[in-house]
């Protein structure tokens, strides 16, 4: 298990990275299958989920097998893995926004004084505060003024100004892998082996201000549509002997991409 420093050849991993050795083939066929499968009713109420909100979605279904057996009995080998994951769930979360008052510049709730900074000398001295701390309409930067009527409602109070706004929306994860290898032992003195990997991955999250305003994703991680693909070649070759000289090579290419929508402010 490698936790930090990662080496070129380890990608994909956050917080660690775990080096396991895949199977080879034997001269016996040999074959595995899994299905696991998850819902929400197997799922306790999220703690915070409003009262009036139902339970949300939640569908996985991960399913894959192996394989493996003789090319050539005692001397050429194969061995397969496949594994796919489907994930549909109603991602949620909670988060503070804006009051109404405060996004027609009234914020007067606030006992911080709010002062004009068109006031005053440059080093801050003499300025003055708005008053009532409200800030006139007129003020208001005009890409601000764009982007204010995108914030959606407060709907978890609409006098409280943190911790006032239930965001739900979708999240899906498509992922699939395989693993092939083929073993080769030329002779009691000379064995070799190859492997091609693939993982494969698209997927979606909703994000807390929807299509308009964006912002982070409701069930964490990058926002929008996304996809990647990780491959992995490796042949190696051991001679047996004094010395035993061995070789290895690896080759990954590692493939990734976010879609984010840019916030019109025309």
């Known amino acids: 298990m490698v936790t930090n420093s990662f080496n070129?050849?380890?990608?994909?991993?956050?917080?660690s990275a775990i080096n396991v050795q895949i199977k080879s083939g034997t001269n016996q066929i040999h074959g595995s299958a899994f299905w696991y499968h998850d819902d929400n009713n197997t799922k306790a109420r999220p703690f915070f989920l409003p009262a009036a909100s139902a339970k949300p979605k939640l569908i996985q279904n991960q399913a894959g097998g192996t394989f493996g057996g003789p090319l050539r009995k005692d001397k050429l080998f194969y061995f397969v893995s496949y594994e796919t994951n489907r994930d549909r769930e109603a991602?949620?979360?909670?988060?503070?926004?804006?009051?109404?008052?405060?996004?027609q510049g009234d914020l007067s709730a606030s006992p911080t004084p709010l002062y004009d900074p068109f006031t005053g000398a440059a080093?801050?001295?003499g300025r003055m505060p708005f008053a009532g701390n409200r800030i006139p309409q007129s003020r208001f930067d005009?890409?601000?003024?764009k982007?204010?009527?995108l914030w959606p409602s407060p709907n978890l109070?609409?006098?409280k100004d943190q911790n006032n706004y239930y965001a739900s929306g979708p999240f899906s994860l498509d992922r699939q892998t395989f693993d092939t290898k083929v073993n080769w032992n030329a002779s009691n003195k000379f064995n070799m082996y190859g492997r091609y990997s693939m993982l494969d991955f698209t997927t979606f999250q909703a994000q807390y201000f929807?299509?308009?305003?964006?912002?982070p994703a409701v069930n964490g991680g990058t926002p929008g549509n996304g996809y990647g693909k990780v491959y992995n070649a490796t042949p190696r070759g051991h001679l047996c002997g004094g010395t035993k000289p061995d070789f290895r090579r690896l080759f990954r290419r590692y493939?990734?991409?976010?879609?984010?929508?840019p916030i019109p402010v025309e």
């Open 8 to 15: 070129a050849d380890q990608g994909l991993a956050g917080g």
């Open 91 to 103: 991602g949620q979360g909670i988060a503070s926004i804006p009051t109404v008052a405060m996004r």
């Open 123 to 125: 080093d801050g001295s």
């Open 142 to 145: 005009p890409a601000a003024a």
């Open 147 to 149: 982007i204010v009527p």
């Open 157 to 159: 109070g609409t006098a």
């Open 210 to 215: 929807g299509d308009a305003l964006g912002g």
């Open 255 to 261: 493939l990734d991409n976010d879609e984010r929508e």
